[in-house]
């Protein structure tokens, strides 16, 4: 145990120096610090040596020796990457893609979640352990029937092809159910006297206390299906409708041929829009992470 000693002093003319304090950092404290140091560095050490290496010269990004902006500082990669591709396009179709997404994974989520939360129904038990089992099953096992599908709709190489199969969500219904359960019962039962009817309820009533754990919905959908890949590599083939994730993909050009600070350059600006959405969103996924905690 290491005992350290922090003195106060006093500016009061007249007043006897107040008495040392002594702070004591055990080894369990101290081996916190160390842990979480570690582990900033291994979440924000990629991401700041992305940053930088986007910010170096092409000529100088897979430089091994000397200084890190030995070359000095360029914004040449993100000029490039504008060049390249049609970066307003994709960002757009990503936009487009992920913003409705989440908004109907909210809405889906919120009716489900209400519906298991509060509503009694035969089968409510068996249905819910169905839809709870969904989220065992990997994507890899129902892109083909999910495409066979698409295809019969006649909604191959769309936006919508993206879009239609990815509002249902199992893991959004199973948070808003255990949000929707955290309220209070007696809400529900005032509501009824005054003769609203469930959706009623629902919609004047619930709805408006769920909106932490529908930030938390939203929020995970939208930086899920931005940084999505897979999906819209098997279901979209014009460039047209390509997605950002996809789109920088040409970036690295022929045979992986190209500037490595230019495809870190396209991932550096790919982050934006989702550290703007968890930035301004930040507080609600607080409160819905931590709702119910205290209670």
């Known amino acids: 145990m290491t005992t350290i ?3 106060e002093s006093s500016t009061a003319p007249g007043r006897t120096p107040a008495p040392r304090k002594k702070v004591r950092v055990t080894g369990r404290t101290a081996g916190r610090a160390a842990i979480l140091i570690v582990a900033t560095f291994l979440t924000l050490g990629p991401v700041v040596w992305t940053i930088m290496t986007s910010l170096r010269p092409p000529t100088e990004s897979l430089g091994a020796g000397g200084s890190l902006f030995s070359g000095g500082l360029s914004l040449g990669s993100y000029a490039d990457v504008f060049k390249q591709v049609n970066m307003w396009l994709l960002i757009w179709n990503s936009a487009l893609v992920t913003g409705i997404i989440a908004v109907g994974q909210m809405f889906t989520a919120a009716l489900a979640g209400y519906v298991f939360a509060r509503i009694d129904f035969r089968g409510k038990g068996v249905l819910f352990s169905v ?5 065992m099953v990997p994507m890899q096992v129902t892109i083909v029937p999910v495409f066979m599908l698409i295809r019969g709709m006649g909604l191959s190489d769309t936006l919508l092809a993206l879009i239609l199969p990815a509002i249902p969500t199992a893991f959004g219904t199973f948070l808003m159910r255990q949000f929707f359960i955290g309220l209070p019962g007696e809400l529900a039962e005032a509501a009824a006297i005054d003769g609203a009817s469930p959706l009623r309820t629902f919609r004047s009533v619930y709805l408006p206390l769920a909106w932490p754990g529908l930030a938390v919905v939203g929020i995970l959908a ?3 299906h931005w940084n999505e890949f897979f999906r819209p590599l098997i279901m979209t083939i014009s460039e047209e409708n390509f997605t950002m994730p996809l789109g920088l993909v040409s970036l690295q ?3 992986g041929t190209g500037s490595v600070a230019t495809v870190l350059a396209g991932v550096v600006l790919s ?3 989702a550290l703007v959405v968890f930035l301004f969103g930040q507080r609600y996924l607080r409160e819905g992470l931590t709702a ?3 209670k």
């Open 292 to 294: 119910g905690v205290n």
């Open 222 to 224: 939208f930086n899920f």
């Open 131 to 135: 839809v709870l089992a969904t989220m």
């Open 253 to 255: 050009g022929n045979m």
């Open 5 to 7: 000693s922090v003195k």
């Open 271 to 273: 982050m934006i829009p």
